[in-house]
Protein backbone atom coordinates (compact mmCIF):
# COMPACT_ATOMS: atom_id res chain seq x y z
CA UNK A 1 0.00 0.00 0.00
CA UNK A 2 0.99 3.44 -0.80
CA UNK A 3 0.40 7.37 0.16
CA UNK A 4 1.07 9.83 -2.38
CA UNK A 5 -0.92 12.59 -2.28
CA UNK A 6 0.82 14.34 -5.61
CA UNK A 7 0.12 11.81 -7.61
CA UNK A 8 -0.94 13.13 -11.17
CA UNK A 9 -0.51 9.71 -12.83
CA UNK A 10 -3.00 7.24 -10.96
CA UNK A 11 -6.27 8.51 -9.69
CA UNK A 12 -6.25 11.23 -6.74
CA UNK A 13 -6.61 9.11 -3.90
CA UNK A 14 -4.56 8.27 -0.48
CA UNK A 15 -4.00 4.75 -0.91
CA UNK A 16 -3.16 2.23 -3.91
CA UNK A 17 -2.58 -0.98 -4.02
CA UNK A 18 -1.41 -2.85 -7.05
CA UNK A 19 -3.13 -5.82 -8.37
CA UNK A 20 -1.59 -8.28 -11.08
CA UNK A 21 -4.64 -8.76 -13.54
CA UNK A 22 -4.16 -11.80 -16.46
CA UNK A 23 -6.31 -10.94 -19.69
CA UNK A 24 -7.71 -14.99 -20.41
CA UNK A 25 -9.73 -13.84 -23.22
CA UNK A 26 -8.99 -11.34 -25.78
CA UNK A 27 -12.01 -9.40 -25.20
CA UNK A 28 -11.36 -9.32 -21.82
CA UNK A 29 -11.96 -5.15 -20.50
CA UNK A 30 -9.59 -4.57 -17.02
CA UNK A 31 -11.55 -3.34 -14.35
CA UNK A 32 -12.26 0.64 -14.48
CA UNK A 33 -13.74 3.12 -11.74
CA UNK A 34 -16.11 5.40 -12.78
CA UNK A 35 -15.52 8.43 -10.72
CA UNK A 36 -12.57 9.44 -9.67
CA UNK A 37 -13.50 8.31 -5.53
CA UNK A 38 -15.63 5.25 -6.34
CA UNK A 39 -14.88 2.56 -4.16
CA UNK A 40 -15.57 -0.40 -6.38
CA UNK A 41 -14.17 -0.99 -10.28
CA UNK A 42 -16.49 -2.16 -12.44
CA UNK A 43 -16.51 -5.50 -14.27
CA UNK A 44 -17.27 -6.11 -17.72
CA UNK A 45 -18.98 -9.09 -19.29
CA UNK A 46 -16.54 -11.26 -21.33
CA UNK A 47 -19.59 -12.70 -23.84
CA UNK A 48 -19.71 -13.07 -27.48
CA UNK A 49 -23.40 -12.34 -27.95
CA UNK A 50 -26.62 -10.82 -25.75
CA UNK A 51 -27.34 -13.02 -22.85
CA UNK A 52 -30.49 -13.60 -21.83
CA UNK A 53 -31.58 -13.91 -18.05
CA UNK A 54 -35.57 -15.40 -17.53
CA UNK A 55 -37.36 -14.33 -13.98
CA UNK A 56 -35.17 -16.16 -11.29
CA UNK A 57 -32.81 -17.42 -13.55
CA UNK A 58 -28.92 -17.24 -12.29
CA UNK A 59 -26.29 -17.50 -14.66
CA UNK A 60 -22.30 -17.48 -14.47
CA UNK A 61 -20.88 -14.66 -16.66
CA UNK A 62 -17.05 -14.94 -17.25
CA UNK A 63 -15.32 -11.50 -16.87
CA UNK A 64 -12.06 -13.19 -19.10
CA UNK A 65 -9.89 -11.58 -15.74
CA UNK A 66 -8.02 -13.74 -13.51
CA UNK A 67 -6.14 -11.71 -10.03
CA UNK A 68 -3.31 -12.15 -7.87
CA UNK A 69 -5.43 -10.40 -5.20
CA UNK A 70 -2.38 -9.26 -2.31
CA UNK A 71 -2.38 -11.69 0.39
CA UNK A 72 -4.17 -10.02 4.00
CA UNK A 73 -6.56 -8.37 1.07
CA UNK A 74 -10.16 -10.22 -0.45
CA UNK A 75 -11.93 -9.15 -3.73
CA UNK A 76 -15.54 -8.41 -3.01
CA UNK A 77 -17.91 -8.41 -6.01
CA UNK A 78 -21.37 -6.29 -5.40
CA UNK A 79 -24.31 -5.41 -7.56
CA UNK A 80 -23.93 -2.33 -9.73
CA UNK A 81 -27.08 -0.06 -8.42
CA UNK A 82 -28.00 1.14 -12.01
CA UNK A 83 -27.82 -2.45 -12.98
CA UNK A 84 -29.69 -3.86 -9.84
CA UNK A 85 -32.23 -1.26 -9.53
CA UNK A 86 -33.09 -0.73 -13.78
CA UNK A 87 -32.85 -4.31 -14.84
CA UNK A 88 -33.48 -6.33 -11.51
CA UNK A 89 -29.57 -7.91 -12.30
CA UNK A 90 -27.37 -8.59 -9.40
CA UNK A 91 -24.95 -11.35 -7.56
CA UNK A 92 -27.54 -14.32 -6.78
CA UNK A 93 -24.71 -14.67 -3.87
CA UNK A 94 -24.75 -10.88 -2.48
CA UNK A 95 -21.52 -10.37 -2.45
CA UNK A 96 -18.97 -13.00 -4.12
CA UNK A 97 -15.33 -13.10 -2.33
CA UNK A 98 -12.39 -14.01 -4.28
CA UNK A 99 -9.51 -15.01 -1.92
CA UNK A 100 -5.76 -14.15 -2.09
CA UNK A 101 -4.56 -17.96 -3.30
CA UNK A 102 -7.34 -18.17 -6.07
CA UNK A 103 -6.07 -17.53 -9.67
CA UNK A 104 -9.12 -18.90 -11.96
CA UNK A 105 -11.47 -16.67 -13.58
CA UNK A 106 -12.89 -14.67 -12.01
CA UNK A 107 -17.19 -14.95 -12.68
CA UNK A 108 -20.02 -12.91 -11.67
CA UNK A 109 -23.04 -15.43 -10.57
CA UNK A 110 -25.81 -12.73 -11.75
CA UNK A 111 -29.49 -13.73 -10.73
CA UNK A 112 -32.44 -11.77 -12.58
CA UNK A 113 -34.21 -10.84 -9.10
CA UNK A 114 -37.41 -8.93 -11.82
CA UNK A 115 -40.71 -10.63 -12.76
CA UNK A 116 -39.64 -10.38 -16.32
CA UNK A 117 -36.56 -11.63 -19.32
CA UNK A 118 -33.46 -9.40 -19.19
CA UNK A 119 -30.51 -8.88 -20.85
CA UNK A 120 -26.51 -7.68 -20.68
CA UNK A 121 -24.99 -6.92 -23.57
CA UNK A 122 -21.05 -7.94 -24.87
CA UNK A 123 -18.64 -6.27 -22.38
CA UNK A 124 -21.75 -4.36 -20.18
CA UNK A 125 -20.67 -3.30 -16.83
CA UNK A 126 -22.11 -6.24 -14.53
CA UNK A 127 -20.64 -5.85 -11.23
CA UNK A 128 -18.50 -3.89 -9.22
CA UNK A 129 -14.98 -5.17 -7.31
CA UNK A 130 -13.71 -3.77 -4.11
CA UNK A 131 -10.08 -4.89 -2.62
CA UNK A 132 -10.71 -4.54 1.02
CA UNK A 133 -8.40 -6.33 3.66
CA UNK A 134 -9.23 -8.53 5.82
CA UNK A 135 -8.28 -9.89 9.56
CA UNK A 136 -7.82 -13.54 9.56
CA UNK A 137 -9.38 -14.94 13.05
CA UNK A 138 -8.23 -17.45 15.59
CA UNK A 139 -11.16 -19.19 17.08
CA UNK A 140 -10.41 -19.67 20.61
CA UNK A 141 -13.12 -22.06 22.44
CA UNK A 142 -14.58 -20.75 25.94
CA UNK A 143 -17.48 -21.49 28.35
CA UNK A 144 -17.97 -17.48 28.65
CA UNK A 145 -18.50 -14.53 26.76
CA UNK A 146 -18.31 -10.85 28.46
CA UNK A 147 -21.13 -9.73 28.86
CA UNK A 148 -22.78 -6.34 26.83
CA UNK A 149 -26.39 -4.62 26.89
CA UNK A 150 -27.55 -6.11 24.11
CA UNK A 151 -26.50 -9.29 24.79
CA UNK A 152 -27.99 -11.97 23.03
CA UNK A 153 -30.63 -10.18 21.80
CA UNK A 154 -30.69 -10.29 17.94
CA UNK A 155 -32.90 -9.73 14.73
CA UNK A 156 -34.56 -6.53 15.29
CA UNK A 157 -33.45 -6.22 19.10
CA UNK A 158 -32.33 -3.09 18.59
CA UNK A 159 -35.58 -1.43 17.80
CA UNK A 160 -37.53 -0.94 14.57
CA UNK A 161 -36.33 2.94 14.10
Known sequence: MTYD?????????????????KKLNENAVLPTYGSEFAAGADLYACIDDVTDFEPGETKLIP??????????YAGLIYARSGLATKKG???????GVID???RGE??????NHSTEK????????IAQLVIAPYLTAIFEETDELNDTVRGAGGFGSTGTK
Do not use: C, F
Request: zero cysteines.
Open 5 to 21: KNNTNERNITMTQKVSV
Open 63 to 72: TGLAMEIPVG
Open 89 to 95: LAPANKV
Open 100 to 102: ADY
Open 106 to 111: IMVALH
Open 118 to 125: KSIEPKER
